[in-house]
């Protein structure tokens, strides 16, 4: 992978976190259409691009988790439809 298809896949992953999208699905598409090979290297780098993204919107919300246990009910109730259908 050059320098070029990792600024694209860095851009893909950028713009397509915070939509209701699929990020991974995109860069794998993208991935394809550039030619890039599934390599080590590339299965690492994209993991690291996208826990980036997940530190970023951790970051952004830490206040919210620091601020109350409200939140933590929220995402638990949230969670139940998605803990159902795994078990």
Do not use: Q, R, V, W
């Given at each position: 992978m050059n320098i070029i298809q990792s600024i694209i896949l860095s851009i893909i992953e950028g713009?397509?976190?915070f939509l209701p999208i699929s990020s991974t699905g995109h860069m794998i598409l993208a991935s394809s259409v550039t030619n890039i090979p599934e390599d080590a290297f590339v299965k690492t780098f994209e993991i690291s691009i996208q826990i980036g993204a997940?530190?970023?919107?951790?970051?952004m919300y830490v206040?919210?988790?620091?601020?109350g246990i409200y939140i933590y009910l929220k995402l638990g109730i949230a969670?139940?439809?998605?803990g159902l259908l795994v078990f």
């Open positions: 713009l397509t976190e997940i530190m970023a919107i951790a970051l206040k919210s988790f620091l601020k969670f139940i439809p998605t």
